[in-house]
């Protein structure tokens, strides 16, 4: 219900061949100019490195999957991705995948799970994509120890699009906005599962000196106003805005 509200998916199969690039409905515009620029970002700096080691393609498990663009993206490319989302209706979320099926030489699986309970055997993939889901979870150091355990090595992690900041103080004062925003647009409290939401700098450094680590930053460029963003909350007294960054772990240990 809340999603539908929000405006998520739609009826014609163009909406879906156009993503993450163009917003056909308009309702969610903002949202998919981040993925896209995330996603040209990933195409000029991730993907060309990680084909040139795997040049017959990838066995990419793909994490908050949604309606699977970045799956139909990544299988034009010659990769092998397995979409994943606990959503599994046909506007938003696996369902919605059979609109790219006709553009493709063949499918990719699809499964119903939550990214802790992943339903697969150990060492079946080479890539491992959080798609702007990684902020869902409730345990960062359960979850990326999960994926692990699906990748072979060397694998690959790479978190994107999920809320950054600098510090923990101003995820917390983004949290309660969206709980206030939340409550009086839909008359409920979003706060039912409790997910961690957003990521921060010690966040990060604990999982990689736990679990052995070593991210790669990489910052897409967002345009000049969002560039803006921070500077004008330091002049208006406001919380600082959150970043949108790929977080890149090369997995080379047991």
Same mark, same amino acid.
């Given at each position: 219900m809340v999603r539908a509200k929000e405006?998520? $998916?739609?009826t014609s199969p163009d909406y879906y061949h156009a993503l993450p690039f163009q917003d056909l409905t308009g309702r969610n515009a903002?949202?998919?100019k981040i993925r896209a620029r995330t996603f040209r970002h990933m195409e000029s700096h991730i993907l060309p490195e990680l084909e040139r080691a795997y040049p017959r393609g990838c066995d990419v498990l793909d994490i908050g999957a949604g309606n699977c663009w970045l799956s139909y993206r990544l299988a034009l490319r $010659?990769?092998?991705p397995a979409a994943v989302d606990v959503i599994t209706n046909d506007a938003d979320g696996l369902g919605a995948a059979t609109h790219y099926f006709r553009r493709l030489p063949r499918t990719f699986p699809r499964f119903q799970a939550e990214m802790d309970r992943l339903p697969f055997a150990p060492e079946q993939f080479d890539l491992v994509i959080f798609n702007a889901s990684f902020h869902y979870s409730v345990d960062y150091q359960q979850t990326i120890e999960e994926a692990m355990r699906c990748l072979r090595r060397p694998g690959h992690v790479i978190i994107a699009d999920s809320p950054f900041y600098a510090r923990d103080e101003s995820g917390q004062a983004m949290l309660e906005e969206r709980r206030v925003a939340f409550q009086q647009r839909f008359g409920f409290r979003s706060d039912s599962i409790a997910s961690r939401e957003y990521l921060t700098r010690k966040a990060l450094d604990e999982l990689a000196g736990r679990l052995s680590l070593r991210w790669t930053v990489l910052k897409p460029w967002y345009g000049m106003g969002w560039a803006l963003r921070p500077l004008k909350a330091r002049l208006f007294r406001r919380r600082e805005?959150?970043?949108?960054y790929?977080?890149?772990a090369?997995?080379?240990?047991?």
């Open positions: 405006g998520r $998916g739609s903002w949202q998919w $010659g990769h092998r805005p959150a970043k949108f790929l977080f890149w090369r997995v080379t240990g047991s």
